[in-house]
């Protein structure tokens, strides 16, 4: 089962093609990555993916969910990790991760067990109450990771 089908979507930028007719599906557990020269594309279409930004033609579908007709459900589906850290240094490992998820609408009992779990995940579980302002760079990345992942 494709997890992510991406249907002839092109988008535009003014007279700039930033993508053109892509079409391909990404299927459940496989690993996927984007490969590229600077200006390619990578960022508009993961942004797309994510709908963060619109598709000017053509359609992708998240769990066979269109993120046109469907922006909030698919974005519940999918966590980003930006190429610079954003994680807040005054805030815990634990802290961090929950106000990622709360923005999901996660609460409570689940709000913390999907934030430890995200911890776990990322090998930061030791780490939770923990200020990442000291971190090493590997170690924000992960922390990153982990508020990225946990919805």
Do not use: W
């Not at 007279?15 to 599906?25: C, G, P, Q, R, W």
């Not at 807040?88 to 929950?98: F, G, I």
């Amino acid at each position: 089962m494709s997890i992510v089908r991406i249907e002839n979507v092109t988008k535009k930028y003014g007279n700039i093609v930033a993508v053109n007719d892509l079409s391909l599906s990404i299927e459940e557990g496989e690993i996927f990555g984007l490969l590229g020269p600077n200006g390619a594309g990578k960022s508009t279409l993961i942004n797309m993916i994510t709908s963060l930004i619109t598709i000017d033609e053509g359609n992708i579908y998240i769990k066979d969910a269109n993120t046109k007709s469907n922006a909030n459900l698919t974005k519940s589906f999918t966590g980003i990790v930006p190429q610079d850290i954003a994680i807040y240094e005054d805030l815990t490992c634990l802290e961090n991760v929950k106000f990622f998820a709360g923005l999901y609408g996660l609460r409570g009992k689940e709000l913390k067990s999907k934030a430890m779990e995200a911890l776990e995940f990322t090998g930061l579980a030791d780490k939770a109450k923990d200020f990442p302002k000291g971190f090493s760079g590997g170690m924000k990345r992960r922390l990153n990771i982990a508020c990225a992942i946990a919805h």
